[in-house]
């Protein structure tokens, strides 16, 4: 099963009023994969392929010195329920987890929803962000060409359920 860049929903632009950029990529599971947003989102997020950690570690050390944030990951024996991966939780439901976070040169959100029809699963994962001067959006075009890559790459961690039982 392939994932796809489809067109984000129409009420995606309300999750971030003033948004500049939106964009959705979509992978369908089979109906026996019994999936929930939360899962998803978790399954996307638990865990980077190390060529993302990486560029997350580069970005990371890049921005530093802007004072830019770097978002922290949840802490192993933490449970929490406000966090996913690196992300604090803005809302969570059966059919759809945000993600998001704020800084001085963006706002973004990373929503996944997550819907059945007869023939499979279908789990889309859509960003959408909001620059607020020049930083924003020299970052977002900087950044955009990995964007596409990471997104698919974590996207395709829903397939699998990870090790660790989620």
Do not use: C
Request: no cysteine.
């Amino acid at each position: 099963m392939t994932i796809q860049e489809v067109t984000p929903e129409a009420g995606t632009w309300t999750l971030l009023p003033g948004a500049q950029f939106a964009d959705a990529f979509r992978l369908a599971l089979p109906p026996s994969a019994g999936m929930d947003a939360p899962t998803a989102a978790r399954r996307m997020m638990a865990t980077s392929p190390a060529w993302v950690s990486g560029l997350v570690a580069l970005r990371n050390a890049l921005v530093a010195p802007l004072g830019l944030k770097a978002p922290q990951p949840a802490d192993d024996d933490d449970d929490d329920a406000d966090r996913i991966g690196i992300f604090p939780v803005i809302s969570s439901g059966p059919d759809r987890v945000v993600l998001g976070m704020a800084d001085k040169h963006l706002d973004f959100r990373a929503v996944v929803d997550v819907r059945q029809d007869s023939a499979s699963w279908q789990v889309t994962a859509t960003t959408v962000v909001r620059t607020h001067n020049w930083l924003g959006r020299f970052y977002l075009a900087v950044i955009m060409p990995f964007h596409r890559l990471v997104v698919r790459a974590m996207l395709a961690q829903v397939r699998q359920p990870q090790s660790n039982g989620i």
